[in-house]
């Protein structure tokens, strides 16, 4: 894919398992967040989003939690499926633009 | 409705050259922003547009310029190419038209080798 793994945490799980990825942020004024899932040669894909003022937002199989004391961000993912398996990045919001995570590669085993 | 579109898909350069890379939006986008996204680095923001103006600039040198026409499109420059220009450049667009970044729609990218 287009992020190597070179140091890329890998997080590996059998199909079926939930899946939780992490990611803290580094500005504490940032009110929007974003999950991206990259698949292989692909562009990022919008997963789902939370703003500052909530603490937890589902949608479907996924669930973003944002805890705001700690400045950290965790994507679950339920009943994780092959299909699953992609690079996931965490993203502040920013004005016009968007910082992103260094990435974390999920590999789903059948 | 189409996707944002990015061409070319794959393109390879020697030092020194230039290289344009042209990005079309998601139809009534009129925000579209510039990523490069390399191994070391990660995704980086180069540029934002909007309405045909620039309003927000990533770190990265002046070697690196883009515009935006009036239907929205939107191409890159990078001039003066060095090695580690190598990368997927990323375009994305939004239906934002303010200051907040609202969601990104990515294209599959620009994937430009420098040898």
């Known amino acids: 894919g287009e992020n190597v793994g070179l140091h890329l945490p890998t997080l590996s799980v059998q199909e079926g398992d939930n899946s939780i990825i992490n990611c803290a942020y580094s500005?504490?004024?940032?009110?929007?967040f974003i999950w991206y899932k990259q698949e292989s040669g692909k562009g990022p894909q919008f997963i789902i989003d939370?703003?500052?003022?909530?603490d937890k937002r589902q949608g479907q199989r996924v669930t973003v939690l944002l805890n705001k004391t700690v400045k950290h961000l965790s994507l679950q993912i339920a009943a994780t499926q092959p299909g699953d398996s992609a690079v996931y990045f965490c993203?502040?919001?920013?004005?016009?633009?968007?910082?992103f995570g260094t990435g974390t590669r999920l590999l789903v085993s059948p | 409705k189409a996707g944002v579109t990015q061409t070319p898909r794959y393109l390879i350069k020697t030092r020194g050259q230039q290289v344009t890379l042209s990005c079309s939006p998601i139809s009534g986008h009129r925000s579209v922003s510039w990523y490069q996204q390399t191994p070391g680095q990660g995704l980086q923001f180069l540029f934002e547009?909007?309405?045909?103006?620039?309003?927000n600039k990533g770190n990265f040198p002046g070697r690196f310029s883009g515009r935006q026409f009036s239907n929205s499109r939107s191409e890159m420059n990078v001039s003066t190419l060095e090695l580690g220009d190598s990368a997927l450049y990323l375009c994305?667009?939004?239906?934002?038209?303010?200051?907040?970044?609202?969601?990104?729609?990515f294209g599959e990218g620009s994937r430009l080798t420098v040898l």
């Open positions: 500005n504490s004024a940032s009110d929007y």
């Open positions: 939370i703003r500052s003022n909530m």
């Open positions: 993203a502040e919001g920013g004005f016009q633009k968007l910082v």
């Open positions: 547009y909007f309405s045909e103006t620039q309003r």
């Open positions: 994305a667009s939004s239906w934002t038209t303010g200051g907040d970044t609202g969601e990104l729609f």
